[in-house]
């Protein structure tokens, strides 16, 4: 029913810059919270940064200042750009997004992507 794409990953050099997408599409009535988790080889997923439909944002603060989400409610669509990448950025970037599907509109659920690797090495 819904489904959330990933885009953007890659290789990068420490000190560049990456953006990340995510598509959600399919039987989408409304979306509320957006936002991005990632997760390193070895370490448990980690909460990034989430963006709420009113355009509030929070970041964990190993990215504050360096990365920032943002969202295009019209092509339900949320992105990261990270800048001023470090090697411990590198990760598998999941998005995530709490939607209200057309079927049911009186709950939300809360669906993933099949992520993105980012990796940051010289």
């Known amino acids: 029913q819904v489904q959330l794409v990933e885009s953007g990953g890659g290789l990068v050099q420490p000190g560049g810059s990456l953006r990340l997408s995510c598509a959600a599409s399919g039987s989408i009535f409304s979306i509320n919270t957006m936002g991005w988790h990632r997760q390193a080889p070895g370490k448990e997923r980690e909460w990034v940064a989430t963006?709420?439909?009113?355009?509030?944002?929070n970041y964990v603060d190993s990215v504050k200042g360096r990365f920032t989400i943002s969202r295009d409610n019209t092509k339900n669509m949320v992105y990261l750009q990270m800048n001023s990448l470090k090697p411990e950025d590198t990760a598998v970037y999941y998005c995530?997004?709490?939607?209200?599907?057309?079927?049911?509109?009186?709950?939300?659920?809360?669906?993933w992507g099949q992520g993105t690797q980012v990796t940051v090495s010289a």
């Open positions: 963006i709420t439909s009113n355009m509030d944002t």
């Open positions: 995530n997004a709490e939607i209200r599907t057309r079927s049911r509109i009186y709950s939300t659920s809360t669906y």
